[in-house]
């Protein structure tokens, strides 16, 4: 008999009963899971790393279609000039923003063999964000009361903290590009930032839906996805520049700025330092849809993915919100892990929580002495801002200085149902020269990294004689989970185990039926919202917020065969010399799943799939809404991953 794997056993930690179970969400505590041993500290950034490439709809990559990169409309300031900047991420999607370069006497700041620093600057969510401006919001009081404070030194940063890091670092010697997030500033192609489940973008065919759909669900497409694929291509488009070191890159933002920084540099080899502002934090993970996807936070949060980035150099800062306790939470891990990597110089983090929530000239400050020291730029400490004359929209905008912009430039719903069918197209391409993407993806999916340790506990709550067979009743126990199991012994049994899936009545013969119960329902706070009242289309209510934090359905009940395997290979009184698993229609999918989960454990699969498919669900909350197993095959593409 095959006994269970090596890998069977890992953590079962994210199964517990529907009725005991919280679901997790964003504003949970989420601790760093550090490695067993530093010496496994690879193996877990690639664990991060792909997991992020999953739930971005990223693995593999697609192809990199031409950038078509326009750069135009130079302005000339005192140290420092912009220009406007579009390209197209996905043909038809395009990526703006603004390019700060050296200029007059800073020009020979920054410079090796003739080539600068890179910077790429994803803004976060101040409005409009490359046309941010306080004077708007808060007056022009607000702006003098941030500089009484101490939180900025002039006026025109005050007005835009977004535009004043730029003109710094250009004025430093560094390439900075500052680009749009979605529906935001000159990205108006998609008009809003975020968006819910919308009547008339549920189409099942392709070019029929839209974002927050069932089907862009089954294929990994959301605002997140969309937002790291542009900042992948703007780093693209900041390396193909002539002018940048290619060997000396950087990514900074702020709040979902620095989810992106953070995200980026755990997935791109590229970036060579990072300092993501007040973000990183073992408490809110990031609220908003572009900052949140399904699978993005099972089993790791903010800590990790900032993490995946040691052991190169990464700094952080923390203000009066979420990022409040990151001195006590979060910190100690991530310089004892810099620590242990022998490059604590390489990691630093600043605590300045008398302020509330920013990128001021003091969070800044801290910025330009980390990229001083990294990039040896040799300016006197501390690097301070001087004033700038501020840049108005009409300085900034890409479409505004154009009389007409592309041809194939579409907005609205028009553009969204395109765009999902090219990033489908472009998927399924992909996935066609990898087929190693299909273990890959599933592994995610199935959440194979937290199987259990050991075999889950049995527990007998009855027992009775029925015919030639033996009646047991008994509790599986999964972490907070409890799992109702019978099992039917037949006196003359041949040391087989079945495990029946299916509702009808078991009658195997002379083999040993193991009956799970599995669970239902769990799928059904898909839509669940922390804040009550939210309409049902809101984008609160997008299903990421479930799928980011939580496993599947399918996932949970795949698990529970899964342990009843373990359970009949490790029951002390049995012999056993082969288990099989029998299903039909969903059962016969979850038997492939659980087969891909324990692997040689089980022998024998008696499956009759019918007409089941997982591109069939047409709720979120269906139980067997499974997100990404339509970008990675359906029940072909799990079988496919079984046999690898």
Known sequence: MNRLPTLLFVCFLSLSSQAEEAVVTLDDFHPFRAPEEIGKWEDRKQDIRTRILVSAGLLPMPEKTPLRAKRFGVIEREGFKVERVYFESYPGHFVTGSLFSPHGETEANGLVDGKRPGVLCPHGHWADGRFYDSLGRDGHRGAIAQIAKGGERFAAAARNPIIARCVQLARMGCVV????????????????????????????RLGEWGFVSPQATLRLQTNFGLQTWNSVRAMDFLTSLEEVDQGRLL?????????????????????????????????????????????????QGNIDIAAAFAPKPLG?????????????????????????????????????????????????THLYGFVNEHFKLGFDEPVLESDFEYLKREDLSVWDALETKPAHYLTGADHERALNRVWAEASEKAIAKDPEAFRMGWAVILDAASLPPSPPAFDLTGKSRKGSKVEIAGILSLKNRS?????????????????????AEPDHGDAAVLRPTLSTGWNASATLTVKENVPVDSWQRSPVYFYGYNDANFTRRAHEVAAAVSMAVSHPDWEVEKISVHGEGEKAALALAAKFLVGEAIDELKIDLKDFRFESARDFRDDNMVPGSVKYGDVEGLRKAVNQ
């Open 316 to 364: 952080l800062t923390a203000a009066d919100d979420w990022t409040v306790e990151l001195e006590s939470k979060g910190h100690p891990d991530l310089k004892s892990l810099y620590r242990q990597l022998k490059a604590p110089k390489n990691y630093e983090a600043h605590f300045d929580i008398h302020f509330y929530h920013n990128f001021n000239h003091v969070s800044r």
């Open 177 to 204: 590009f500052v680009f749009d997030t979605i529906g935001n500033a000159d990205s108006k192609q998609l008009v809003e930032h975020r968006r819910g489940s919308r009547e008339g973008m549920n189409g099942s």
């Open 483 to 503: 799992v109702p199991v019978n099992v039917y012994y037949p006196e003359s049994w041949n040391g087989e185990v079945v495990i029946h899936l299916d509702a």
């Open 251 to 299: 990514v900074t933002g702020a709040s979902g700025g620095a989810t992106q920084t953070m995200i980026l540099s755990a997935i791109d080899e590229r970036v060579d330092i990072a300092f993501p502002a007040v973000m990183v934090s073992t408490g809110m993970q990031g609220g908003c849809t572009c900052e949140n996807s399904h699978y993005l936070r099972v089993g």
